[in-house]
């Protein structure tokens, strides 16, 4: 019997989230420990592979929403890059080869998420997984952001395996993809509701 190829995805509970900027400090300690502290200039926030947008809805009630790669199956950024330096791998997960990266930032323009950044000392595009974060999952262990969430909304998973944490909240929880209209089928998944 074959088994299906991981499907990695990532999840963010906005149901369960308190908004404590936990994962946005752990995801730049792991990923980036030379820019905390540091702002992303063009965010006006924390240099980091997630971004905070906080806002305010219909009802006049703020809101938070936690954003980063979704690592889309039809990438805009792989498409957009002439150098293969941003590709897919074998677990789904999108990632930057920094040895064929020119700098050339068609990758940060290219993302609708508006989640990729540039580290303004190598000159080089960033986004979620960091190389922290890729080592920790390689031990078997969970990405910085969802090991530092004290509400436990974050959970990082094979959507594959129907055994895995992220496949029962897929089918237990109602959940939506943003900017999923766009045709990029992102893993990046928000639990809004049960």
Not at 3 to 11: A, D, E, I, S, Y
Not at 40 to 68: D, F
Not at 173 to 192: D, I, K, M, S
Request: aromatic share 6%.
């Amino acid at each position: 019997m074959n088994t299906p190829p991981q499907r990695l995805v990532h999840l963010w509970d906005a149901t369960q989230c308190i908004g404590c900027g936990a994962c946005v400090m752990a995801c730049t300690a792991t990923n980036a420990p030379e820019m905390l502290f540091r702002e992303e200039t063009g965010w006006q926030s924390l240099a980091s592979n997630i971004r905070r947008i906080e806002s305010v809805n219909g009802q006049g009630r703020p809101e938070l929403l936690l954003v980063q790669c979704q690592h889309c199956q039809r990438a805009p950024c792989v498409k957009t890059c002439p150098f293969g330096a941003t590709r897919h791998d074998a677990r789904g997960l999108v990632r930057l080869d920094p040895a064929l990266c020119a700098g050339c930032k068609y990758c940060v323009t290219s993302c609708p998420y508006n989640v990729r950044w540039m580290h303004p000392d190598q000159g080089l595009p960033m986004k979620c997984m960091g190389a922290g974060c890729l080592e920790l999952i390689g031990q078997g262990q969970p990405p910085a952001c969802v090991q530092a969430c004290p509400a436990m909304a974050r959970d990082f998973g094979d959507r594959n395996d129907p055994r895995s944490s992220v496949s029962q909240t897929l089918r237990t929880r109602r959940t939506r993809r943003l900017l999923e209209h766009l045709g990029t089928e992102p893993n990046y998944f928000v639990v809004v509701g049960s």
